[in-house]
């Protein structure tokens, strides 16, 4: 129970699983925020390549995270190997992989929801001085939903790292994995979960500060 | 000479209701044709079918000799010669007024930069806003970004300037700055299909106001037998009630 004891002792541990999981959500995000773009347009599109959205956002929201990271890392892989391919993906790969697809899913709704509040005039407008659908697109519609839903986005990327602790239980050696392994060798449970918890606390606030700063300065 | 505009057997549905009902009209360079009615008898669908905002569901659309509304026109490429002005300005909330008109000419690679900015503060000058160049939309009154809106049009260099109803967003004391620009714009010789409830607009300025209800044009006439001296009961009926309040 003593926390500057277990501080010292698991403080460490904490950090460097802290600093995984930051930098597999920063990288899965910055993936994720393209893919979610990608799957927003096709969405919206009146192509056959909305299906594709619709599918990929269904079976995303679908299904718990944690049986997606589950399916990733020893479904996938096995059933690959009964069609004869040999692939093994390490802890890192299937936390990648699973919170960008996760995360592109999220961002597609957000991206889409942005898009339609764009007023309908704005599209018009632009269409009527000669933009080609995809030119008013990117010169009107976009930069004014990206304002619109950057506070979900944020959240979305809040989300995202929250999610990251999902991915300790296929051994991915982020924050709650380190202190799960603690607390067996040492039983300090509540030292150590505090210790979790101010830890996220600290990283999030930091993140919900800099997102205010960002959106001040692009509000319109 | 052909007329600028044709339009021939003009039919527009929304699902099951026709909103236009067979329209015909020719429009000749530098026109000012304004057009009138009540609410709902398909006047704004009229005018955006011009520039083919809304698809016609059947009839002709014919502009400096193009078919605009066959298969396989480009409707990008002609609407650069098409303004429009819309009743909620449509500006661009997050460019400057500046910003706002150059940005069609340097996207469409029509002017570079530097020549977009000399014509964007040259139309700025010209609807009286110079001052105003590098303010954001929000900032300015209603009647100060429909001039913005009328200048961004104007960028594009149209020999046509579509008008939907662009003072009714408008306070009444604002009105007659924005219908002040429209005159001049109309009396250098720009044709104009102004779809307006500004009756005193359509005496002065028009050389022919359109009455149309129920998506047909009912009656079509120069202003002054048109306010004076209407054929049709419904466009008496209409006048009555628009002059007397």
């Given amino acids: 129970m003593n926390l500057g004891k277990v501080y010292s002792e698991v403080g460490p541990l904490l950090i460097k699983g802290m600093g995984v999981a930051v930098q597999v959500t920063v990288i899965a995000l910055a993936i994720a925020l393209v893919l979610g773009m990608v799957a927003a347009l096709m969405g919206l599109s009146k192509t056959p390549l909305r299906f594709i959205t619709k599918a990929y956002v269904w079976l995303i929201r679908g299904t718990p995270m944690l049986v997606q990271v589950m399916y990733i890392y020893f479904a996938i892989p096995q059933l690959l190997q009964f069609m004869g391919y040999n692939v093994r993906l390490t802890a890192f790969d299937a936390a990648l992989i699973s919170l960008t697809l996760n995360a592109g899913a999220y961002m597609s709704e957000i991206f889409r929801g942005a898009i339609n509040a764009v007023e309908k005039g704005q599209m018009e407008a632009a269409r009527s001085l000669g933009l080609s659908q995809g030119q008013a697109m990117r010169k009107v519609i976009l930069p004014q939903a990206l304002r619109i839903c950057l506070p979900s986005l944020v959240n979305q990327f809040i989300i995202t790292l929250k ?27 509540f030292a150590t979960y505090t210790w979790v918890a101010l830890f996220y606390l600290v990283v999030i606030t930091a993140l919900t500060q800099i997102s205010k700063v960002v959106e001040r300065k692009v509000r319109i | 000479m052909t007329a600028q505009i044709v339009v021939k057997n003009l039919h527009k549905y929304f699902g099951k209701l026709e909103v236009l009902k067979g329209i015909d009209i020719e429009i000749n360079k530098g026109e000012v044709i304004c ?5 709902g008898s398909g006047k704004s669908t009229f005018l955006r079918c011009l520039n083919r905002l809304e698809e016609p569901t059947d009839g002709e659309i014919v502009v400096d000799g193009e078919t605009i509304t066959a298969p396989g026109t480009d409707i990008n490429k002609i609407r650069r010669h098409i303004g429009m002005v819309f009743q909620q300005f449509n ?15 340097l ?17 700025l000058d010209r609807v009286g806003l110079s001052e105003k160049a590098d303010v954001m939309p929000r900032q300015l009154s209603g009647g100060q970004q429909q001039r913005v809106a009328i200048a ?8 046509i300037m579509l008008f939907d109803e662009p003072t009714s ?8 700055e924005v219908l002040a620009v429209m005159k001049e714009l109309a009396s250098m010789g720009m044709t104009m299909v102004v779809v307006t409830h500004e009756m005193g607009f359509a005496r002065d300025a028009a050389d022919r106001v359109i009455f149309m209800d129920e998506g047909i044009i009912m009656e079509e006439a120069v202003p002054e037998e048109m306010f004076t001296n209407p054929k049709n009961p419904r466009t008496s009926e209409f006048l009555n009630k628009v002059l007397t309040t």
């Fill in chain 2, 35 to 39: 057009v009138i009615g009540p609410s």
């Fill in chain 2, 169 to 176: 967003a408008l306070d009444p004391e604002m009105v007659g």
């Fill in chain 2, 91 to 105: 500006l661009f909330p997050h460019l400057s007024a500046k910003q706002n008109i150059m940005m069609a000419p």
């Fill in chain 1, 163 to 189: 999610d990251s602790s999902i991915i300790s239980v296929i051994g991915f050696g982020e924050v709650i994995y380190q202190a799960r392994i603690y607390v067996g060798r040492t039983m300090e449970s």
């Fill in chain 2, 107 to 123: 996207e469409l690679k029509i002017k570079n930069k530097k020549e977009a900015e000399e014509k964007a503060l040259e139309l």
């Fill in chain 2, 152 to 159: 961004r049009a104007l960028a594009m260099e149209p020999d």
